[in-house]
């Protein structure tokens, strides 16, 4: 079964507008890990977050970590059509073992 | 990031038959894993393809409808077989480097069972 929740399901903003994605997950994690999937294609990896820490940016991106609350949350600033996509959520757990468990996923539609 | 490239990228399958996957990376990797994508879910994990030693498989997934080989370093196939209009899904693999790396993922291979 699927490890991570993501909310909302499905997101739909005005181009410029800023999305936010969230995530929560259930165990203990060593890093978490936020993709972006256009149109059924491959998985586009986006930022990793080690469990220690707390914030991370990129360009547009900044994701948080909340371990305590076991959460995770994505912001894209100053949407544009081409973020339109779907973002997952994936987190590697602490018990030695490399594999990577998926959330649900968000869908996000930037209108132009 | 390493270069993987995943063939086919679709293909349509007649129900019983069976479909390898490739997956080529452009650089030695430690682990390398299948996915699996059903239509509108998000990505289930398959196995983990072992270099020289036979695949970990998850829960739920068996080495005789998903063989898995992984003869070296760079190259891993898998195997759908006996396939039925449930297998319609994106398989997709992945890389590690090693350590506290991302996974890399291919393109993926649509497959349609009619």
């Known amino acids: 079964s699927q490890q991570g929740e993501e909310d909302p399901q499905a997101l739909s903003i005005q181009e410029g507008e800023n999305a936010t994605m969230n995530c929560s997950y259930k165990t203990s994690i060593n890093n978490l890990q936020w993709y972006r999937q256009n149109s059924g294609r491959g998985l586009v990896h986006l930022i990793l977050?080690?469990?220690?820490?707390r914030e991370k940016h990129s360009g547009r991106l900044r994701v948080t970590l909340d371990t305590s609350k076991k959460s995770s949350s994505l912001l894209i600033t100053a949407s544009r059509a081409a973020d339109t996509a779907s973002y997952f959520c994936?987190?590697?757990?602490?018990?030695?073992?490399?594999?990577?468990?998926f959330g649900t996923g968000t869908r996000l539609t930037i209108i132009p | 990031s390493a270069v993987i490239s995943q063939k086919p990228s679709r293909d349509i399958c007649q129900r019983g038959t069976s479909l390898t996957i490739q997956c080529q990376v452009d650089s030695q990797v430690t682990m390398m894993f299948w996915y699996r994508q059903q239509p509108g879910q998000s990505l289930t994990l398959i196995a983990t393809a072992n270099q020289g030693s036979e695949a970990t498989y998850e829960s739920g997934f068996v080495i005789d409808k998903f063989p898995i080989s992984r003869p070296n370093l760079t190259f891993s196939t898998l195997t759908v077989s006996n396939m039925s209009p449930e297998d319609s899904s994106i398989y997709l693999c992945s890389v590690q480097t090693g350590g506290d790396q991302p996974q890399h993922f291919g393109d993926g291979t649509r497959l349609s069972i009619l």
């Open positions: 977050i080690r469990s220690n820490e």
């Open positions: 994936a987190t590697r757990s602490n018990f030695g073992n490399e594999k990577l468990t």
